[in-house]
């Protein structure tokens, strides 16, 4: 079973940085598309970032310019550099992958004060 880590969420001013990473067993991330999922009070669950094992990668609108995803396939990590946080990125935030989900891990909290 593969097990999915999240950490790096914190508590930040609007217009600060953070950089979660996402740790998985074996060598999953290498071979797979993999993206950053989040989750707000009372929202859905929608995608934020993927990246794929060539390395291309895609955002949502909303994050575009402003997040980067990347991937170290040596450390199976995958990070999400967060840069101008705004109060509407407050969430819980996941990664998984993206074709054919493992189990959830349990995300890392992002909350963004005004």
């Known amino acids: 079973q593969v097990q999915l880590v999240e950490s790096g969420g914190g508590l930040v001013q609007a217009g600060g940085s953070l950089r979660l990473s996402c740790a998985g067993s074996?060598?999953?991330?290498?071979?797979?598309?993999m993206g950053w999922y989040r989750q707000a009070p009372g929202k859905q669950r929608e995608s934020v970032a993927t990246i794929t094992s060539s390395g291309s990668t895609n955002y949502a609108d909303s994050v575009k310019g402003r997040f980067t995803i990347s991937r170290d396939k040596t450390k199976n990590t995958v990070y999400l550099q967060m840069n101008s946080l705004k109060p509407e990125d407050t969430a819980l935030y996941y990664c998984?992958?993206?074709?054919?989900?493992?189990?959830w891990g349990q995300g890392t909290q992002v909350t963004v004060s005004s």
């Open positions: 074996g060598s999953i991330f290498s071979i797979n598309t």
């Open positions: 998984n992958r993206v074709y054919g989900n493992f189990k």
